[in-house]
């Protein structure tokens, strides 16, 4: 258990689907207007065939059983990983819940213990306080062809980062 009200950050199983899908589609959609859906997000239907393969995984912040927060990573190859699908239900944002930070510590964490050297993300330029959040925590900006040729950018993503965990 960690951060404020009994926050619990645990592997991702089947059983927490739904609630993942509630937590990200109505900050991409509702919050950013991001012209996205479930069937556009394939990975949302089979996160073990997508993350839970090779050095990846992904993480889900629960709040009373409930998921709150996750975090995906995905295995790239050669020691590299990409950090997805990085969100936090508004409710259980800012320093005082700890949420993002402990979600980012326990990826960082399974990086170090699985050898992954350099973590990859790439985001959206409206994602102001994810910028913030990234850069406090150790991300550094890179332009776009510093990525590694198996890094999946996606279509809304306009800013990309890197950090060694």
Known sequence: MRGKGMIEIVPYSPAHADGVVDVI??????????PITLEGQPDLRNIP??????????WVALDGGLPVGTIGLLDIGANQAALRKMFVKASHRGG?????RHLLETLLEWCRTCDVHDVFLGTT?????????????????????????SFP???VDSKFYCRAP
């Not at 589609?25 to 991001?34: K, R, T």
């Not at 065939?49 to 992904?58: C, E, K, M, V």
């Not at 005082?96 to 993002?100: K, M, P």
């Not at 994602?127 to 332009?143: P, Q, S, V």
């Open 96 to 100: 005082g819940n700890g949420v993002a």
């Open 153 to 155: 950018v996606m279509a």
């Open 125 to 149: 330029a409206k994602f102001l306080a994810a910028h913030r959040f990234y850069e406090k925590n150790g991300f550094r900006e890179i332009a776009r062809a510093d990525l590694p040729a």
């Open 49 to 58: 065939g997508f993350y839970q393969q090779g050095r990846g995984n992904f």
């Open 25 to 34: 589609l109505p900050i991409q959609q509702s919050e950013f207007g991001i």
